[in-house]
């Protein structure tokens, strides 16, 4: 009798302390979820306050009464951000496509087709991707300035094109497709290309829609590139123009308005990453880099 | 046969159009620029071949501030990141109910624009005449006094540009670990269990090597992608920030090539050539150390 009740004491004891464990667990990670979230309620607040609530503010308030539109009016108004953000919608979707189409070709080419020399092309492409882009960005700085390609589409998206990492995502994807696939497609004299389209692609679909999503936000946050090659707003991508609008803006310092300029470029990726959240997440923890 | 082989050529031409120009040529063509001594790019002339370059950026005392900027930013975002990010690992492999929604959130930094996320720090650290910001609110609140985090004292700069950094470095962190952390199989924990092994030695000894691998992995990342900080600085403290006194390698490299200061991209190469050597010895030691510690 007694000693069922010391067992008792102990599993009691021992489920209480889990719960003291984890709750303290429950409201460290909540902390750090307010530290996540947090900048993001500071910038939509931020830029429903009027301008002139925004500025009597000596202290900040967490909250307002009476949100108003008009700061989004005046960052499409007095500043061009929609040429901002239809300049970033070009730039990202012909980048894209391009680099899907090089890779989606490339990567057929290692995982798929024999020819010689194949292997040490494909070592010489994987040392590639060991070359930081700092090294090789001056020469081509020089390159597109030397070609009259300042301030065009053209020298933007050029040199964003290439990433040896998505070949070999795509290549090691590939090569996961049986063998036979291939034969029998052969034997039914289907040509190589019409075996990429209609067979391989369709297959390896998952990869394919992660690459175009992680390289779909790498253009649209691009900042050195543009910035290095741009220096007419007209050719700006969303990161030049919201630091245009940080330091030349809307003639006066106007922050509730700026705010709704960062509102207005980082929704489009808040939105892509709450519809593919999954897929983004288990594309970035194969191999995305980023600090 | 010939037919074929070509056609595997024929596949990779694009690939190799690309990267060829905007990838090979410029490899080579940085060592040849960061050697020409007074290139000028208008004319495309240079009267010498030498050291020159590597000497004066050595001597820039732009270049020696952002090569501290750029190592105090290193040391402290480095260990802070992996750190923070494998205590909230560990605590999201511990709430399995949650996780995939504290994952989710903990994942927003990633898909977010540098330079505009940047500004919502800046407008939350400055002090400006009209208010203190929210960040010296809390400071007050403690019985502190309320300092410029943008335009203020250097300490303070610095301050928020660590913060920043981790704030955007995390998420990758996160995801990383608790894949990990997931990977690791239950029965080494049930067994340590059965054994009343307590929790920090099930950590120490069944864990830590367990994801050692990873650790590693992000240790490496973590410095190279420190070492090239920039956008982050741009984006709280402007595009100048040799006047800031928050430049940064890559930054000065940039600075070098284009902008006010900017037209001389002999200058940038040499500076971008030490930040690669700097990188590289850093990665074979981070190599070296990880084949002693780390446990495959």
Redesign the interface.
Known sequence: MGKSMDFEKIERGARRSERVRNTIIYVLLGIWALVVLFPFYWMVLSSVKSYSAYNAEYIPQLFTLSPTLQNYADAFTAVPLAKYFLNTLIFTVITTAVMMIVTVLAAFAFARLDFPGKNIAFVIFLSLMMIPNELVIITNFVTITNLDLRNTFLGLILPSITSVFYIYLLKENFAQVPDELYYAAKVDATSDFKYLWKVMIPICRPTLVTITILKVIECWNSYVWPRLITDDPNYYLVSNGIQEIRENGFGRENIPAMMSAVVVISVPLILLFLIFHKKIMAGVARGGTKG | MEN??????L??L??IL??G???????I??FI?SFEEGYN?ASQTYFGVGTYNYSYVLHDPYFLQAVKNTLILVAITVPV?TGLSL??SL??S??PK?RNL????????????????G???M??FRKTP?????AN?VINFFGGESIDFIDGPYWAKMFVLCLY?V????P??I??LT?ALASVNETYYKAARVDGTSRSRIFFRITLPLISPTMFYLII??F???F?A??DA?ALF??NLNAAEMNTI?GY??DM??GDSGGY?SF??AA??I??VI?LTITCINLLVSKKHVHY
Do not use: C, E, H
């Open positions: 074929r082989s070509m056609k595997g050529w596949y990779l694009p690939a690309f990267l120009v905007f990838m090979v040529y410029p490899l063509d940085v620029y790019s990141s205590l909230i605590g999201l511990n709430i949650l504290f994952q989710t959130v903990y994942f927003l930094p990633y898909v977010t624009n540098t330079l505009a996320v500004l919502v720090f407008i939350l009209y208010t203190d910001g929210l609110l950094t704030w955007v470095v995390m990758f962190k995801l990383v894949s990342t973590g190279i992608g420190a090239k920039y956008s741009v402007g595009t890559v490299v940039y090539l284009y991209p940038a190469s971008a050539i930040l690669f990188v």
